[in-house]
């Protein structure tokens, strides 16, 4: 038997299926830049959330809610091939992240305060850098604020490829 179809059956056949597959870096997800954490006044210069987990494709946005903070990469806290960046003082940025792995992250105005953050990448490979982003050194409240992120990883197998 064979099935015969138009060319408008063809074309909603080749729709239904497209629509019907999630999509690939849809999602756009927010990190906001405060003064303070509003759950927790005690918080002072912190990315939120702390730890952003998003699929290979995805979007990062970094919210400006709060005036003089930034976000730039840290040196050996990053996936092999992925890029580096670093955003203008007080303006939202967005970066549209494809490698898989974890990326570190900084508040350069209040880097002395231990404005850091983790995102992870997940998908094939994510643990590749791992081990070398964990051995990364960092200056005194910012190693705390550091062991905390990465044992909150361990904690909530956010390390488990």
Not at 18 to 40: C, F, S
Not at 110 to 115: D, K, Q, T
Not at 127 to 137: L, T
Request: proline share 4%; net charge neutral; aromatic share 6%.
């Amino acid at each position: 038997m064979t099935l015969k179809l138009n060319r408008r059956e063809v074309i909603l056949a080749g729709a239904a299926l497209l629509l019907a597959q999630p999509a690939l870096g849809q999602a756009t997800l927010d990190i906001e830049m405060l003064n303070k954490d509003p759950d927790d006044k005690k918080r002072r210069m912190i990315f939120k959330p702390l730890i952003q987990v998003v699929q290979p494709g995805d979007t990062v946005r970094f919210v400006s809610v709060d005036k003089g903070h930034n976000t730039q990469t840290l040196e050996g806290m990053l996936p092999e091939g992925a890029e580096a960046w670093k955003s203008k003082i007080s303006k939202d940025f967005e970066v549209t992240l494809t490698t898989p792995g974890f990326y570190g992250y900084k508040c350069t105005p209040h880097v002395s305060m231990g404005m850091a953050g983790l995102i992870i990448v997940q998908g094939e490979g994510m643990m590749d850098n791992y081990e070398a982003a964990k051995a990364v050194k960092h200056k005194s409240r910012m190693q705390k604020v550091w062991d905390a992120i990465w044992e909150q990883v361990e904690a909530e197998g956010l390390a488990n490829s």
